[in-house]
C-alpha cells in the first residue's frame, strides 16, 4: 500500500510537469543572439520559452515589413516629439543621443533650416534625363533615367551595364533598397592584397586621388580605413574603395573622417604655431585653425587636401578634406562600402568601428553623411568613374558600384 501511494504521487508529479508546457530550462537570450541582426535597430532578445525572438530597440516599433521604423510617440526613446522644436527640424538618434538634421528639402543656414526642395516641381526635362537631385535650396542636378549613363559632353546615353539592375525597381527605398543592391552586388570576386597596387596603376594611372598631383611616391589607400574593419578580406583589397595615395598625405590623413576644413585667420601666426596633432589653439578666447597644406609639394605647386576642424569648435575632432575634384568619388566609394557589407562584419567590432553604437557598426556617422551627400551631387560621376567602374566589373571584380552608374540612388536611402 505504501508502494503504490509513492506510486501515484510520482506518476502525479510527472503529469503536472507535463502539463505545464515546454517550457525549457535553456536560456535563450543569455548571449543575446539578436546583437547582429541583420535587421537594423531589432536588437533586443524575447525569451518566448522554448524559443526567442528578436525585438526593435527602445525608440523603434515593428512595422508591416518586419523592420523597425522610429516610434515618435514612444515617451522612452531617444527621439520624442519635442526632441526637436525648431522649425523645419527633424530628430535622428546617433550614439544614443537626438541629433537634430535639417528635413528633407531644407538645409542649415546660420542655426537655421531654410529653404524649399528646388525637386518638388521637377525641372528635369531632358530626353533620358528626367530624374531630379537636390544640391542646395536654388541649385538642383539632373540624373540620367534607369539604363541610360551621362557620356563624356554630359548627354544620357545607353548604359553598358546591360540589365545589371532590373531587380532594382522604382518603389524600392531605405532598408528594402540596400538589401536588393546588397544582394546583387555581394560575393564579388576577390583579388589577392598583393595584387592590389598594380590593378591600380591601370585603374588610375600615377597621381594621388586626394590632391591630383603626379610623379608622387605612391602607396594604397583604403577610403574606409582598414583600422575600421581590421583589415579583413574582402574588405581590404575590394577596388572600389581603394585609390592610389601620395604615402605623405595617406600618413596625413589616417583614419579621420571626411569633411570641410574651416580655417578662420584672427591669427596670423597660425601657420608658426600650429600643433599638427590637433590642428587647434586658442589665443585671447578666440579659435584659429590651420589648413593643412600636407608639406606636399610637385614643382613648386601645393596640394589643396586639408586636415583641420569641420567647424570653429576647438574641441571638434579633425576631418580631412580632398581637392574638390575627388569629393564625390570619395562619397560614391564609401555608400558602396556601407551597402555592400552592411550585412558582412567579419571581423570589424566595436573597438574598430567606423562609427561608434549598436550594431552593426559599418554605418557611416550622421555629421559625415551630411558632407558626402553634398559632395556627390557637388561633384557628379564623371567619365573616368564609369570607365573605372566598367574595367572593375569587366576585368576584375565582377561587380559594379550602383552609385556610379544610378546616382539618383543616393537620394532613395536616407541613412548609410
Not at 538634421?101 to 518638388?120: F, H, I
Not at 559632353?153 to 531587380?167: F, K, L, P, R
Not at 573616368?384 to 539618383?408: C, G, L, M, S
Request: glycine share 6%.
Amino acid at each position: 500500500m505504501k508502494y503504490l501511494y509513492f506510486l501515484l504521487l510520482f506518476s502525479l508529479i510527472i503529469t503536472s510537469c507535463s502539463s505545464e508546457g515546454t517550457k525549457s530550462d535553456i536560456d535563450y537570450c543569455k548571449n543575446n543572439p539578436c546583437a547582429n541582426s541583420a535587421v537594423r535597430h531589432k536588437t533586443i532578445c524575447k525569451d518566448l520559452g522554448n524559443d526567442y525572438t528578436c525585438i526593435c530597440e527602445p525608440g523603434y516599433k515593428e512595422d508591416t515589413n518586419k523592420t523597425c521604423i522610429k516610434d515618435e510617440d514612444d515617451p522612452n526613446g531617444v527621439c520624442k516629439v519635442d526632441s526637436c522644436p525648431e522649425e523645419n527640424f527633424k530628430c535622428k538618434e546617433y550614439n544614443g543621443d537626438a541629433l537634430c538634421v535639417c528635413k528633407d528639402g531644407y538645409s542649415l543656414e546660420n542655426g537655421k533650416c531654410v529653404g524649399t526642395n528646388p525637386c518638388n516641381n521637377n525641372p528635369c526635362n531632358e530626353a533620358h534625363k528626367t530624374i531630379c537631385g537636390r544640391i542646395t535650396n536654388e541649385n538642383y542636378i539632373c540624373y540620367c533615367d534607369k539604363g541610360y549613363t551621362t557620356d563624356s559632353a554630359g548627354n544620357c546615353v545607353t548604359a553598358s551595364y546591360g540589365n545589371y539592375y532590373d531587380t532594382i525597381t522604382d518603389d524600392l527605398k531605405n532598408d528594402e533598397l540596400i538589401d536588393a543592391l546588397y544582394q546583387k552586388i555581394k560575393g564579388h570576386t576577390v583579388i589577392s592584397y598583393g595584387r592590389v597596387e598594380s590593378k591600380l596603376h591601370t585603374l588610375d594611372g600615377g597621381k594621388c586621388s586626394y590632391s591630383g598631383l603626379s610623379n608622387l611616391s605612391l602607396n594604397v589607400e583604403h577610403i574606409w580605413p582598414q583600422s575600421y574593419f581590421g583589415g579583413s578580406s574582402p574588405m581590404v583589397s575590394d577596388l572600389h574603395h581603394l585609390r592610389l595615395v601620395s604615402s605623405t598625405v595617406n600618413s596625413k590623413r589616417g583614419n579621420v573622417h571626411f569633411g570641410d576644413v574651416v580655417k578662420t585667420d584672427c591669427n596670423p601666426t597660425c601657420y608658426d604655431t600650429c600643433n599638427y596633432d590637433n590642428n587647434c589653439a586658442e589665443i585671447n578666447n578666440c579659435c584659429y585653425f590651420c589648413d593643412w597644406d600636407g608639406y606636399l609639394h610637385n614643382d613648386g605647386i601645393q596640394t589643396e587636401a586639408k586636415k583641420g576642424k569641420p567647424s570653429t569648435n576647438c574641441n571638434a575632432h579633425s576631418v580631412f578634406e580632398p581637392i574638390d575634384s575627388f569629393k564625390g568619388d570619395i562619397a560614391r566609394s564609401l555608400f558602396y562600402f556601407a551597402v555592400r557589407y552592411y550585412k558582412e562584419n567579419g571581423d570589424i567590432n566595436q573597438s574598430q568601428a567606423y562609427m561608434t553604437g549598436p550594431a552593426p557598426y559599418n554605418h557611416i556617422p550622421p555629421y559625415e553623411e551630411i558632407v558626402l551627400r553634398r559632395w556627390h551631387r557637388e561633384d557628379p560621376v564623371s567619365q573616368a568613374e564609369i570607365n573605372r567602374n566598367n574595367k572593375i566589373f569587366n576585368d576584375y571584380q565582377h561587380n559594379r558600384n550602383p552609385f556610379i552608374d544610378r546616382p539618383d540612388l543616393v537620394d532613395r536611402i536616407s541613412d548609410f
